[in-house]
């Protein structure tokens, strides 16, 4: 969700053609079968084509949800992901983020941040307060997404999205990355990648 | 069974702060946990009523209905307390921020943990009895921690409210659900931490989400039923109030009256997203049949561009009918609040000197300024306010877009943990936070019922912090003495006839102090942040004192999932 791959677009116009009211009935009967499309862009196994696309095996499902609504809404903008969220119902999208969320995290091999660098995301962390939502080690809960272990490239991209108000979805977190230097969000970049 | 020993105890925690993760915060615990029937007889409302001078239980969150937190026991105290040791270590199976309320009634503790579970526990030994794992709704909008701060029974049910905002009763005998009712739409934004208050066949709950721009409640469900009997708008459609310039204390804060009235005129009254949540337990006068609650911060937290007027009735004491949920009185603090410094640690009644010396029925709250505030029970007029319990600096500087430096910082002063009185005493006993921090504002709209903090607050990293334990006289406002701690305090604190408060830090101190003095007498390390508010029972004949150790989301201690006893040999 959120980075714009050509992959991702060839996800997106075959979704929308199976998605369109002649062809509905011919949707697969599963869920395992109606989300298959979306392993073009993120992936088979769960880890994404493209660095720039999220991890959504084992997110959050409240955090998967809220997304695809606010696709949906047209509140988070994306060429891709809106047409394909315009098709679903709010009981669609709870069992797709159900059903990615029941799936392990997987390990993109992604280096532990230097000490150095991680001493300086916790104290970043401890000023702004990010596990007060993301909780311990970042897991996440709920609406909030797990970041630990998150691509590092679409950290960055959504970090960079929330400071220019890109991404609009999340006004409060726009308000708490403009709040911190962004030196100190490259190094949470580098440590949440790791994690 | 789930009961360790103290090895494992302090064993415990020891992760480093830069290792991974180390998966969900739900902890696998032993297979092999069988379910036994909790052996209570059913809670009367009388048992309810005299808690204040029941010696064996702990029937409500904050004691008794007046929220003394002062228990009756003496079995521990200044003399006997050096001999205090664990009785037993339950471990549940959430090891996130842990907040809960110990109740015990009849040699039975029930406790709950993030995520809304709750246990009912053999509180003689530890030994589990039943679990309920509430199936939790997949969308859940949550302030500062997925806690829960407890249940109360009456009659033979437990009563909790969940994070994805349900009222449940369970069969207090097996931890059954009885009846379940939705509070209030998650998706708005509506969450609930807080233990339910239960009077006369009424289930009293809040809400929280005033950082996502609800409008807040106070509500009363049927104890039976779940039916809602009545309900309160803690925002009223006329929210704009009298345009007050000044604060409980006096000091002027730069509103621009001016601008708001354009901005009133452009954009009307903004009732309907101004958040005022109800974080914590609401007292009740059973003499003249009233409730007495504070309501948290206007929505969004720091940008009051967009809800001109004082927000109505944000970060005010309000008093209400309890059969009927009618407004009695209120006072505010802070009008249009643009600091986050709201109104959170809930009220206490007890006794106090009018200003012309004579004893009255009084109110006291401890505010995130760090004052404490003592009311007339009447009428909800201020009779004086305390000396401040931590430095307060630039107060009220306005939230600029590059950060402007104020103290206290934006969690206090006292945050939501309980204070604890002692009357004979005349003493309120609190824990403060000190945390430096710059104030931003930032302009957007609202945005469905997600974070809409209207800016940030962010503790300054080169300033340290600390915590302190403060002891007030709240007949004369002075502070009678202070501890200092290493850092913020966040958790509760109990009083006892024994002389003597106990409450936790972050780094795991558990201690018991002196009432009248601070010295402390005694203390435990229990592994993770000691970060709920004690509780105190007997049973055998011999008195207990337990608290949750599992840490803080909102200050970032370290998490646990242990309920630790300690009793005397």
Not at chain 1, 79 to 105: H, N
Not at chain 2, 350 to 378: E, F, L
Request: with cysteine; aromatic share 8%; charged share 20%.
């Amino acid at each position: 969700m959120g980075g714009k791959p050509v992959w991702f677009i060839a996800c997106g116009v075959v979704f929308v053609a199976l998605s369109s009211a002649n062809v509905r009935s011919a949707l697969a009967e599963t869920i395992a079968e109606k989300v298959e499309v979306c392993a073009g862009c993120h992936g088979q196994g769960g880890k994404p084509i493209d660095a720039m696309t999220p991890i959504i095996w084992g997110q959050q499902s409240g955090y998967i949800y809220i997304q695809l609504r606010d696709f949906k809404r047209g509140d988070r903008k994306s060429e891709v992901m809106q047409p394909i969220a315009s098709s679903f119902e709010k009981q669609d999208m709870l069992a797709i983020a159900e059903y990615f969320s029941s799936k392990p995290w997987p390990d993109l091999g992604q280096p532990r941040s230097a000490k150095e660098n991680a001493e300086r995301a916790l104290r970043a962390e401890h000023s702004v307060g990010c596990t007060g939502c993301h909780l311990d080690q970042f897991q996440g809960s709920g609406t909030v997404p797990r970041l630990a272990g998150q691509s590092r490239e679409y950290l960055t991209k959504t970090i960079a999205d929330f400071r220019t108000r890109t991404r609009g979805n999340n006004p409060g977190m726009s308000d708490l990355m403009l709040a911190t230097p962004p030196d100190d969000l490259a190094a949470l970049e580098d440590y949440l990648a790791g994690l | 069974m789930n009961s360790y020993s103290i090895a494992y105890a302090t064993l415990f925690g020891l992760g480093c702060v830069l290792a991974g993760p180390s998966g969900a915060q739900e902890v696998k615990q032993d297979p092999w946990s069988p379910s036994r029937e909790a052996k209570i007889a059913p809670v009367t409302q009388a048992q309810l009523d005299s808690a204040d001078k029941n010696t064996a239980n702990f029937l409500l969150t904050n004691g008794n209905y007046a929220q003394t937190r002062f228990h009756p026991a003496r079995q521990i105290n200044r003399d006997t307390v050096k001999n205090l040791h664990v009785a037993w270590i339950f471990q549940t199976d959430v090891k996130e921020s842990m907040e809960t309320s110990p109740i015990v009634v009849d040699g039975v503790m029930f406790v709950t943990t993030s995520f809304s579970h709750v246990y009912a526990l053999d509180a003689k030994t530890g030994q589990q009895l039943w679990h309920y794992n509430h199936k939790m709704a997949p969308v859940t909008t949550f302030c500062c921690g997925p806690n829960n701060r407890g249940v109360q029974v009456l009659g033979d049910l437990v009563y909790l409210a969940t994070l994805d905002s349900k009222l449940v009763a369970l069969n207090a005998k097996t931890g059954d659900v009885v009846w379940k009712t939705d509070i209030a739409d998650p998706e708005l934004g509506y969450s609930e931490t807080m233990a339910p208050t239960v009077v006369k066949d009424k289930v009293l709950i809040g809400t929280n989400g005033g950082e996502y721009g609800i409008r807040g409640f106070l509500r009363a469900y049927d104890a039976k039923t779940g039916k809602l009997v009545w309900n309160f708008d803690t925002i009223p459609e006329k929210s704009v109030g009298v345009w007050a310039t000044k604060d409980a204390t006096g000091r002027d804060m730069h509103r621009d009256i001016a601008a708001e009235k354009a901005q009133l005129a452009k954009s009307g009254d903004p009732y309907a997203k101004l958040g005022g949540g109800v974080w914590q337990n609401p007292a009740v006068d059973l003499a003249t049949n009233r409730i007495y609650f504070v309501v948290g911060n206007p929505s969004p937290d720091l940008d009051g561009a967009v809800r001109p007027g004082d927000n109505l009735y944000t970060d005010s004491l309000v008093a209400l009918d309890l059969d009927t949920g009618k407004y009695v009185c209120h006072f505010q603090y802070i009008a249009h609040d643009v600091w986050d410094l709201d109104a959170v640690s809930p009220a206490v009644l007890v006794n106090v000197r009018s200003k012309d010396g004579k004893s009255i029925p009084g109110v006291i709250h401890a505010g995130k300024t760090g004052h404490i505030y003592v009311h007339d029970r009447k009428d909800c007029s201020l009779i004086r306010f305390s000396e401040a319990m931590v430095p307060q600096e630039n107060m009220w500087v306005l939230p600029t877009k590059e950060g402007a430096r104020m103290l206290p910082g934006a969690n206090g002063g006292v945050e939501w943990s309980p204070i604890a009185t002692d009357p004979d005493q005349g003493l309120a006993y609190a824990i403060n936070l000190h945390q430096p921090m710059h104030y931003r504002v930032e302009n957007s709209a609202y945005p469905n019922g997600k974070l809409w903090l209207g800016g940030a607050f962010t503790a300054i990293a080169d300033e340290k912090q600390s915590g302190n334990i403060t002891a007030v006289n709240y007949d004369t406002g002075k502070i009678k003495w202070q501890v200092k701690t290493p850092e913020p305090m966040i958790g509760g604190i109990l009083a006892t006839a024994g002389g003597l408060v106990f409450t936790g830090e972050g780094n795991g101190k558990f201690a018991a102090y002196n009432s009248s003095t601070g010295k402390e007498l005694w203390s435990f390390h229990a592994g993770a942040g000691v970060n709920a508010p004690p509780s105190s029972y007997m049973v055998g004949g011999k008195q207990y004192i337990v608290v949750g150790a599992g840490g803080n989301t909102q200050v970032n201690f370290r998490r646990g999932n242990n309920i630790v006893a300690f009793t005397l040999d």
